[in-house]
Nanobody, 114 residues
Framework: VQLQASGGGLVQPGGSLRLSCAASGNIFRPNLMAWYRQAPGKQRELVAVMSSGGTTTYADSVKGRFTISRDNAKNTVYLQMNSLKPEDAAVYYC?????????WGQGTLVTVSS
C-alpha cells in the first residue's frame, strides 16, 4: 500500500488549506484513515481520524476548524483546515490502518505565517 499526500503550502494566519491523501495497492477494509502532524521538536500527534464507516475523531486543538472526509471509492482522505493558526504549522502525515498494519504517507509541509 502506498499513500501519496498533497496540498501543503504557505498560508497566512486565518487562512485555509485542503490536504489530500490517495491510497493505492491492496487496501484492507474496513480501515481507518487519519492525519497526523509533527512540528519541529515535538512528537507526532493525531489530528483527525475517520473510519471507513464515517466515524470521526478530532484532536481538541482542531475541533471546529478542521474537517476530515474521505472518498472510499477513490481511497482518498481529505483534511480541510480553516482558521489556521501559527501553531498548526507542521509536517502533516496521512495514515492508513487496517488488517493489523499501518501505512504512512511521505508528509506534506504546512506553514502558517504572515
Amino acid at each position: 500500500v502506498q499513500l501519496q499526500a498533497s496540498g501543503g503550502g504557505l498560508v497566512q494566519p486565518g487562512g485555509s488549506l485542503r490536504l489530500s491523501c490517495a491510497a493505492s495497492g491492496n487496501i484492507f477494509r474496513p480501515n481507518l484513515m487519519a492525519w497526523y502532524r509533527q512540528a519541529p521538536g515535538k512528537q507526532r500527534e493525531l489530528v483527525a481520524v475517520m473510519s471507513s464507516g464515517g466515524t470521526t475523531t478530532y484532536a481538541d486543538s482542531v475541533k471546529g476548524r478542521f474537517t476530515i472526509s474521505r472518498d472510499n471509492a477513490k481511497n482518498t482522505v481529505y483534511l480541510q483546515m480553516n482558521s489556521l493558526k501559527p501553531e498548526d504549522a507542521a509536517v502533516y502525515y496521512c495514515n492508513l490502518a487496517g488488517g493489523l498494519t499501518t501505512y504512512w504517507g511521505q508528509g506534506t509541509l504546512v506553514t502558517v505565517s504572515s
